[in-house]
């Protein structure tokens, strides 16, 4: 089974760096970009929680690629943040999914015809790889860290995961 590649948003790099959870994005797709904005907004401050282990993660495992202009980018950066908004143009441009979580950005992900995951997507793959045993447990590492997901989407998780009776 081939695996996808993603460019990847702020938002679910943050919230997995919070659970100690970014090596899960090596199992769960074959390669990650990273637009220079994305890196810029999580790392810019090292004293931001997992600033330094997002760094290193990129480093070591992701290509970062320059800012972009072109008709997707003009078009999103007017309702979406800048990473958000290159984000997109890069996936646009490189073919392939963007991992984001949040929901305008989706939103404009699925307009532009590109493949969307999100970082729950992201949990049930690794449980289903074999990576980790249980999703309940980085979900909470995430929340306490800071990342904000609504009960009715977490309840949903863990019933795809088979963590509820």
Do not use: W
């Not at 679910?12 to 637009?35: C, K, N, S, W």
């Not at 943040?81 to 490189?94: F, K, V």
């Not at 979580?101 to 969307?116: M, S, W």
């Amino acid at each position: 089974m081939s695996r996808p590649v993603v460019v990847a948003d702020s938002g679910p790099l943050i919230a997995l760096a919070g659970g100690g959870l970014l090596e899960l994005l090596v199992t769960v797709f074959d390669a990650i970009h990273v637009a220079q904005a994305v890196l810029d907004e999580t790392t810019a401050d090292r004293s931001r929680r997992g600033a330094a282990e997002i760094a290193a993660f990129v480093q070591a495992h992701a290509q970062v690629h320059p800012g972009r202009a072109d008709a997707v980018y003009a078009a999103a950066v007017s309702h979406l943040d800048e990473g958000e908004a290159q984000a997109l143009s890069l996936a646009r441009a490189l073919g392939c999914g963007v991992l984001i979580d949040e929901r305008r950005g989706r939103q404009a992900a699925v307009r532009e015809g590109l493949p969307v995951f999100g970082v729950l997507g992201v949990l049930l793959q690794a449980k289903r790889l074999g990576r980790i045993e249980l999703v309940g447990p980085a979900l909470k590492r995430m929340q306490a860290n800071g990342y904000r997901m609504s009960p009715r989407l977490i309840e949903a998780t863990l019933q795809l995961a088979e963590e509820v009776g």
